[in-house]
């Protein structure tokens, strides 16, 4: 991570602590990366000869993945997923909430936070059997469903990302609503109150008053939850395995199912690089607006 | 006339205000019901010895509990999750704590890089890393190796550990740490006497953090970890509940519910000492 050549006696000695970390990180972090690059251009597989001794197969698993219907369709998978779930979701609903609880009676937002925090907190798999209980087959939705004479048994397979979404913004919103309680809290009062005698409506004062002052924090954490759901896998092998066929295959489901299921090693790494390039391309986009932000 | 009258009579903006404290409360009110609801089944499964999904199917009794409560079904799990929390825990504080402070002390070219690219480091999607990090772990033969699995676990942490570690030190005015070198100590004997002691708050809540997403994380170890023996609980719930044919929900669920009281303990303690906004304030405001 520091630059080899530039490194003087004095330079050495001044960043020996952070060794271990960067050892750490190029082994296991760097070196995935390097090794997905060059994985994706071999025939790597899960068991067998070419396990062991791969062959250099040139752009094979590229060219195999742009005619591969399922790959463009596990794309806008992941696309509606973000879309919805994160942006929509994630973000609407959270900043709906923290607007919700800085005015509601206080038992009532004491409440609600500790089982909105709950759903975030408790551990992945159980957040994810609790999701699969409330939507599979004589699960909750469906004995509501029965009330009013619907039949919800197989939502699972009928619209398996809406309950994806659905799933995820009831797992990750607690986030966003404590961002923005945090942002929204140190919007300095006297600009507010100031926007009250200038007889701007409520509505007025947080579109045009309090949304700009925490642009930062927003642009923040529209960026952090894309990633978080970018990286969204036990929740869809938990709900839907990512089927029923490849109906529920966002990019990292279909990288494991290619890789393990149908034991293309090659192929799934290749398919994990192109998703690694994704994240990476947000990520630099998101930099560079901070960067921006900062010197505005 | 008519508004005039009100002012007079209930203090107007006053009772508009309260109108509007009903109205948000109530909706506050239900979207928390809602999100109440996949919890609840949670609850009256564990407790019910002929659990399925259904809600409306109740019962009583200790039977889950004492059935799941066993040292092969139970204990190791757990106690692999301990391991590995405890080593991704230690291992990312420690290293981040050495990695931050000259990133955070000598303002040159070379750390104002490197904390450019922990910050993108930060950001990557460890899922898509996941197959790559099988394929590297055969290659390497460390598979299913718990010592293997922390140290990706904890590089897969440090990034946004350095990232919180380095603004907490930045924090800290140089100027006692120059007073203990001209007392004779060295750099990381002011390390370890001075800038230690006081972002203790600071190293409490990296290690608690990163205690607490090992402890959740079901991905990594699902990958890494073959062997039953060596698996951690969130592995353990999804392999031999979620794959065994008929599933004992009312076992997974009175499982998930004492896999989860550790974490949910750890957060309320956090919280109560700390406030919950500072265990994020470091990763977000940057």
């Not at chain 1, 972090?29 to 025939?43: D, E, M, Q, R």
């Not at chain 2, 409306?56 to 799941?68: A, E, L, Q």
């Not at chain 2, 030190?169 to 370890?192: H, K, M, N, Q, Y």
């Not at chain 2, 698996?231 to 997974?252: C, E, K, N, R, W």
Request: with cysteine; glycine share 8%.
């Amino acid at each position: 991570m520091i630059s080899k050549h530039k490194r003087t006696g004095a330079m050495l000695s001044k960043y020996t602590p952070v060794l271990p970390a960067v050892i750490l990180m190029l082994v296991f972090l760097l070196g995935p990366i390097i090794w997905s690059v060059y994985a994706s251009f071999t025939n790597v597989s899960l068991v067998g000869a070419t396990a062991i001794h791969p062959q250099f197969v040139g752009l094979d698993n590229y060219v195999a993945m742009f005619k591969d219907p399922d790959f463009f369709k596990s794309i806008w998978l992941t696309v509606l997923l973000i879309l919805f779930s994160a942006i929509i979701g994630q973000n609407v609903l959270g900043m709906f909430l923290a607007v919700l609880s800085s005015k509601a009676a206080v038992p009532v937002r004491k409440v609600s936070e500790v089982i909105i925090v709950l759903a975030w907190i408790i551990p992945d798999v159980v957040g994810c059997y609790c999701a699969y209980a409330f939507f599979a087959g004589e699960g909750t939705v469906d004995t509501f469903g029965s009330f009013f004479g619907l039949d919800l048994s197989s939502l699972l397979y009928d619209h398996p990302m809406t309950v994806i979404v659905l799933a995820n913004i009831w797992r990750g919103t607690a986030f966003s609503m404590m961002i923005y309680q945090a942002a929204l809290n140190d919007v300095p009062e006297e600009v507010v109150e100031a926007g009250l005698i200038d007889g701007a409506k409520p509505m007025r004062i947080f579109f045009s008053i309090k949304m700009p002052i925490i642009k930062r924090s927003i642009l923040t954490n529209l960026m952090l939850t894309t990633l978080q759901t970018l990286s969204v896998f036990s929740l869809i092998i938990i709900l839907t395995g990512g089927g029923p066929g490849t109906n529920s295959s966002t990019l990292p489901v279909l990288a494991y199912d290619q890789a393990f299921k149908f034991s293309k090693l090659g192929y799934g790494v290749a398919i994990s690089a192109v998703t690694i390039l994704i994240g990476g391309i947000f990520s630099i986009v998101y930099m560079r607006m901070l960067k921006t932000e900062k010197e505005d | 006339m008519m508004s005039g009258l009100q002012h007079s009579r209930k203090g107007g903006l006053g009772s508009r205000k309260r109108t509007v404290k009903v109205v948000y409360s109530i909706v506050l009110a239900v979207i928390a019901v809602i999100f109440a609801l996949p919890l609840c089944w949670l609850f009256i499964a564990a407790f019910n010895p002929h659990a399925t999904l259904s809600i409306t199917n109740t019962g009583f009794s200790f039977d889950n509990f004492k059935s799941v409560v066993s040292w092969d079904t139970f204990g190791d799990p757990i106690l692999n999750s301990f391991i590995l929390s405890l080593g991704t825990a230690l291992l990312v504080v420690i290293c981040s704590v050495l990695a931050a402070y000259p990133l955070a002390r000598f303002k040159t070219k070379v750390s104002s890089r490197s904390l450019n690219i922990i910050l993108f480091a930060s950001c990557l999607p460890i899922t898509s890393l996941m197959v790559p990090v099988y394929g590297i772990f055969v290659q390497l033969n460390i598979i299913d190796s718990m010592t293997g699995t922390i140290l990706f676990m904890a590089a897969a942490g440090l990034p946004m550990g350095i990232f919180m570690m380095r603004n907490f030190i930045a924090s800290i005015p140089p100027d006692l740490e120059e007073a203990a070198w001209v007392d004779g100590a060295s750099r990381l004997g002011a390390l370890r006497r001075i800038v230690v002691p006081l972002m203790m708050p600071s190293i409490v809540v990296i290690f608690i953090s990163e205690f607490a997403s090992t402890w959740g994380n079901f991905f990594v170890p699902f990958m890494l970890l073959m062997s039953p023996e060596k698996q951690p609980a969130a592995v353990s719930i999804y392999t031999f509940f979620g794959q065994h044919g008929t599933v004992a929900y009312g076992q997974l669920a009175a499982f998930s519910l004492l896999y989860s009281i550790p974490i949910v303990l750890i957060y309320v303690i956090t919280e109560s000492r700390v406030g919950n906004n500072s265990m994020m304030a470091g990763s977000v405001k940057g």
